[in-house]
T-cell receptor, first 110, second 113 residues
């Protein structure tokens, strides 16, 4: 099992550009999550999904969108990148009380 | 709303000394509590969790934590620090069966030889 994989590992965007962060899990988990990690702030939940076709907002959803067309994939879309979206993004999946995290995507918006 | 507070953003310990990382929480319902570890440039890995039952929970790498409801605390300890324990540690809370985690701000541990 590869677990949770994320691509790309690093990305630099210009203000106003858009991009999609990819997340795939091979554990057949129903629950998937996107977090952002900023220094000293812990992880903040952006969006989550309880199964294919079902998504909901987390604590900090503004500026982001998600979709969940399959159990395995949960992409995160940034439409108009802003410097405030410079962060490390983690995808996670879970089934019962334990979340498994991907290695993260480090995004810089200049 | 639930919240998690970790006291001390940085902790420095000598190799072989006790590691103590503090976590306090606020929750309106009985919580599930977790400690995660993050090594440099990696994702988070579960150290241990408390859901129900025994309040002293043992995890991987010699870590343990005790759930104290009266103190709303879930402090993490390890009797003897090893150089490989240098990492960032996160306490997290899940309001029972909600499947969503609320994280503390993290504590970075430095281990001195």
């Amino acid at each position: 099992n590869a677990g949770v994989t994320q691509t790309p590992k690093f990305r630099i965007l210009k203000i106003g550009q858009s991009m999609t962060l990819q997340c795939t899990q091979d554990m057949n988990h129903n629950y998937m999550y996107w977090y952002r990690q900023d220094p000293g702030m812990g992880l903040k939940l952006i969006y989550y999904s309880v199964g294919a076709g079902i998504t909901d907002k987390g604590e900090v959803p503004n500026g982001y969108n998600v979709s969940r067309s399959t159990t395995e994939d949960f992409p995160l879309r940034l439409e108009l990148a802003a410097p405030s979206q410079t962060s490390v993004y983690f995808c996670a999946s879970s089934e019962s009380n334990e979340q498994f995290f991907g290695p993260g995507t480090r995004l810089t918006v200049l | 709303a639930q919240s998690v507070t970790q006291l001390g953003s940085h902790v420095s310990v000598s190799e072989g000394a006790l590691v103590l990382l503090r976590c306090n929480y606020s929750s309106s319902v009985p919580p599930y509590l977790f400690w995660y570890v993050q090594y440099p440039n990696q994702g988070l890995q579960l150290l241990l969790k408390y859901t129900t039952g025994a309040t002293l929970v043992k995890g991987i790498n010699g870590f343990e934590a005790e759930f104290k409801k009266s103190e709303t605390s879930f402090h993490l300890t390890k009797p003897s620090a090893h150089m490989s324990d240098a990492a960032e540690y996160f306490c997290a809370l899940e309001e029972a069966a909600g499947n969503k985690l609320t994280f503390g701000g993290g504590t970075r541990v430095l281990v001195k030889p």
